[in-house]
């Protein structure tokens, strides 16, 4: 299937520190979004990339974009608690009316 | 979650029992969803609905039927829980509350407890 993966499964950093986590693909894709979501509730849309696009940013959030490799990355400068999370990356099917997660990244900003 | 809700928020049945999990929309989107969630295996999912009356399978669609009467209703049945159906449910709508293609919005989930 298109399910991206997501490396690594699990993170521990320091708060201030940068977290990097990464996400592959299989096939082709028109764009790749990155979700977020906080113990016990519903996922939160971070940002979207376009299969043009090789890298955006949100506020703290950097997203890149490697079509060659099928690849993105998302990084968050300067971690704060608040952080703490799962991370999903999701992946279009070359439709518009479905996307398809990874098994995330559980994310610990550590005090 | 604004603009979308899920109900109930929890629920314990017994195995062979009907489950029907409720969600509603205010947004007027023509794309929902319902997923679940479960340990090690991510969000996969179950059925979506494209329109009022037109629905279709996901990835894990066997013993869950779905139904869209309303723009702003999308109900999930569990015909006979079975104790593999415990998980956290999600529903979500897709599009036009930030505008950008593919994006989904998320309700706060139901966790089913199929005893």
């Known amino acids: 299937s298109q399910q991206g993966e997501e490396d690594p499964q699990a993170l521990s950093i320091q708060e201030g520190e940068n977290a990097t986590m990464n996400c592959s693909y299989k096939?082709?894709?028109?764009?790749l979004q990155w979700y977020r979501q906080n113990s016990g509730r519903g996922l939160v849309h971070l940002i979207l990339i376009r299969s043009n696009e090789r890298e955006k940013h949100s506020g703290r959030l950097r997203v890149t974009l490697d079509t060659s490799k099928k690849s993105s990355s998302l990084l968050i400068t300067a971690s704060r608690a608040a952080d703490t999370a799962s991370y999903f990356c999701a992946t279009d099917d070359g439709r518009d009316d479905k996307i398809i997660f990874g098994k995330g990244t559980r994310l610990h900003i550590l005090p | 979650d604004a603009g979308i809700t899920q109900s109930p928020r929890h629920k314990v049945t017994e195995t062979g029992t009907p489950v029907t999990l409720r969600c509603h929309q205010t947004?007027?989107?023509?794309?929902m969803y319902w997923y679940r969630q479960d340990p090690g295996h991510g969000l996969r999912l179950i059925h979506y609905?494209?329109?009022?009356?037109?629905?279709d399978k996901g990835e894990v669609s066997d013993g869950y039927s779905v139904s869209r009467s309303k723009t702003e209703d999308f109900l999930l049945t569990l015909e006979s829980a079975t104790s593999s159906q415990t998980s956290v449910y999600f529903c979500?709508?897709?599009?036009?509350?930030?505008?950008?293609?593919?994006?989904?919005?998320f309700g706060p989930g139901t966790r089913l407890t199929v005893l």
């Open positions: 979500a709508i897709q599009g036009g509350l930030a505008g950008g293609p593919n994006e989904q919005f």
């Open positions: 947004e007027n989107h023509r794309y």
């Open positions: 609905s494209y329109g009022v009356k037109d629905t």
């Open positions: 096939t082709s894709i028109n764009n």
